[in-house]
C-alpha cells in the first residue's frame, strides 16, 4: 500500500462483509472506496441478495487528478491519535503539531505526491468496469470540486431516509474526504 498498491479483493471483501454484520449497520450503512473493482462489485451484490437488501444507491465524487493530488499531498497525520489535518482545509493550530495531544506531525508515506499519481492511475483502471457494473438509475455522479457542505448537501439528497437519519444524513457532520474511492 506504501507503494501505492491496492488491497486484494478477497482481504477487502471480507472486511466488509464483517463490518456490515454489525448491529449499527442493520438500518443501513455507508461505504467509502468500496466496491472499486468488478469482483468486488459482483461480490457485494451477492452479498446485498442473500441478506435481502436492495442494489446499492452508488454516488462517483468526481475531482479533477490536480485537485486530488494537492489535497492529498497536503494532508498530515499525527502519529499517536491518528488524527488527519490538511495544511490547505483543515490545518492544526499550531503548524505541524497535533491539537489533540501535541505531538508533531507526518506526511503518510502513501501521501507523496509520485505515490498519489501511482494510485489515481491504479484507480482510473480499475474503476471503469465498476461504474458501467452500477450505471443505471441508483447510479449518481456528484462533482467533488465544491466545499464540503455543498458535496454534503448533494449526496443527502441522493440518499434515502434511514431510521438513523429520518430526513436524510444532512444532520449528520462527517469528516468528508474528496477523493476518489481508491485513494
Known sequence: MAQGGLVGDQIVNQMVVNRISQPDCTSGFLLDGYPRTKPQAEFFDGVLSGKGLPKPT???LEVRTETLVRRISTRRQCPTCLRIYNVLSQAPESRDICDED???LIIRQDDTESVIQQRLKAYEEITGPVITHYRGARYHR?????SPEEVLREIS???PPSPRWPAGPAGYRPQFRLFPAGS
Request: net charge positive.
Open 58 to 60: 452508488v454516488i462517483h
Open 102 to 104: 501535541g505531538a508533531a
Open 142 to 146: 456528484v462533482t467533488g470540486e465544491r
Open 157 to 159: 439528497r441522493l440518499l
